[in-house]
């Protein structure tokens, strides 16, 4: 089994991690895009370590990027398939973090972007052990319908999505919100205007308000 590694950014207050954000980036990228978020977000969360690994796969249509599943085929079980796949080693890849950093699951949150979300939104819900909160960017929650039976434990969930996205349709954050209410997620949700496939100011601070909400605070 492959071993996920990316960039990471220790607390800002130089102390140990008191929480910890793992940002998973999107279809085509690599760790190096997300940890930008990191130096924005640690101005007011010093306490936390934050790390954005790289996917596991070469991306099939960038020479220099990642993708956690394939996209050649987008019918349904392929893209299950994929996202089982990359779902046990994200969660390998966690369970190790945890341990290295001694912190328990509650002072964990994911941060996805595209098909990054779509893997925070798989994985957060089956892991035995509640994580603090799930932060989804312009994604979609796959496979709904499997979700109730699936399901291990439960976290806040906010999801930012443009109304202008080009690769991931708006009406998936209508969708996303309805599937995760269904079993019994606690939802948040914004549509930015104008907005394409990216992340702007105010998703960045619909973000951190979430964030800050959601993680163990720095005593």
Known sequence: MMELDGPRQPPADGGPARALVVLLHGYGADGNDLIGLAPYWSRVLPHVEFVSPHAPFPCE??????????LADRSPQPVLAGTRLAAQLIDGFLDDELARTGLAAG????????????MSLFVGPRRADPIAG?????????????????LRSRCPVSLVHGDSDEMVPASELAASVTGLEAAGFEVSSRMCRGLGHSIDETGLRDGLAFLRRVLPGPG
Do not use: D, K, N, Y
Not at 61 to 70: A, D, K
Not at 108 to 118: D, E, N, P
């Open 61 to 70: 249509m960038s020479p220099f990027g990642r993708q956690w599943f394939s």
């Open 107 to 118: 002072a964990l949150a994911l941060v996805g972007f595209s098909q990054g979300t779509m």
């Open 134 to 150: 799930i932060l989804g960017f312009s994604g979609r929650l796959i496979a709904p319908e499997l979700l109730p039976g699936e």
